[in-house]
């Protein structure tokens, strides 16, 4: 998938399968909560996929904990470097995965530097050259497919919780750079799918964005499109900050989000129907959600790094 704010930027997405149920309870109601992502400490390893762009071929392991089936996978997209083959390295509490161009980090929950950190550095990517615009561009991307989510018409919330923090940032603005072409951004990315197969629209999907961050723009901005780079063309939509409460990362200060999405999601759905998308279908029945990503796009010649722990994505139903 792509994003394009003067220019296109590719979302990803990937393959696994999960569930994992508990309760809640109010005084009026009972609900049953279902948390939709598996492993959310990252603790059982990741899946690395090829870097050619859609392959889906499984280059490795990283696994940090000798499990040999990771509910996350890695996407390194247009990268010349792929991790597949690093050795981790073992300090207290954590474990590094690194090559030249990027790193992972994953450390026990409540330790410094938990849950997860992904940092990248597109120099030697670039080979201190500027791209052009019909070039691609290196991701860094933990992925996980979500295939038991209930139909949104089931859900009374999705609540959703993530906080992170910008560790460190910086892009090359010398002679070539464009802001139009050249920058770094890190996102929550879900696919929002009609997965009814009685319905004519079975497989419509949209983009759903939650951008996190943008090196051009400490306030974020409102995105709403086609996708004009991937074969899909499907419809885009980055609401901005504002429905999330979101703060700028700029500043380097942790950022928190713990919010039922589901009234932004349903609006993400009647949005692309009234602009010609999901034509066949906007009854709520029809859509769940079917995938997440989440990680860094780089356009530019960046060098930056994002942490990110208590990672949740919880529906809430009778």
């Given amino acids: 998938m792509c994003f394009r704010l003067n220019f296109t930027l590719f979302f990803t997405l990937c393959s696994s399968l999960f569930i994992a149920s508990g309760g809640c309870s109010t005084q009026k109601d009972i609900y049953i909560s279902t948390e939709l992502i598996k492993d959310t400490h990252f603790q059982h390893g990741f899946k690395v996929i090829n870097p050619q762009h859609g392959s889906g071929t499984v280059d490795g392991y990283l696994n940090c904990d000798g499990s040999t089936k990771p509910a996350w996978n890695i996407a390194q997209w247009h990268s010349k470097f792929s991790i597949s083959s690093a050795e981790p390295i073992i300090n207290d509490h954590s474990k590094v995965f690194k090559n030249q161009a990027k790193s992972i980090t994953v450390s026990n929950p409540d330790t410094k530097n938990a849950d997860l950190i992904l940092a990248i550095d597109t120099t030697p990517e670039y080979q201190g050259r ?36 910008l560790l460190e940032s910086d892009c090359s603005k010398g002679p070539g750079h464009d802001p139009a072409l050249h920058t770094i951004l890190a996102h ?9 197969k009685n319905s004519k629209g079975y497989g419509d999907f949209f983009w759903f964005v939650v951008n996190l ?5 400490p ?27 979101l703060n700028t990362m700029h500043d380097g200060n942790w950022i928190t989000i713990d919010k039922d999405i ?18 066949d279908s906007n009854d709520l029945n029809d859509y769940s959600i079917a995938s997440i990503n989440l990680g860094f796009e780089a356009t530019g010649i960046c060098k930056s790094a994002i942490q990110i722990k208590n990672l949740s994505l919880k529906t809430k139903k009778p």
Avoid at 135 to 154: D, F, K, N, R, Y
Avoid at 220 to 237: E, L, N, R
Avoid at 262 to 279: F, M, Q, S, T
């Fill in 130 to 165: 500027f791209r052009t615009a019909n070039q691609g561009w290196p991701h860094l991307l933990v992925e996980q497919p979500i295939s038991t989510c209930p139909s949104l018409a089931q859900i009374n919330q999705l609540q959703f919780h993530i906080e992170a923090k």
């Fill in 219 to 245: 306030q974020g901005q409102v995105f709403m499109a086609q996708d004009t780079a991937d074969p899909s063309s499907k419809f885009i939509y980055n609401p901005g900050p504002k429905p999330f409460d």
């Fill in 262 to 279: 589901l009234p932004v999601v349903i609006a993400g759905i009647h949005e692309a129907h009234k602009r010609g998308y999901l034509r």
């Fill in 213 to 217: 961050y943008d090196y051009r723009y």
């Fill in 188 to 196: 929550f990315v879900m696919i929002v799918r009609n997965d009814n």
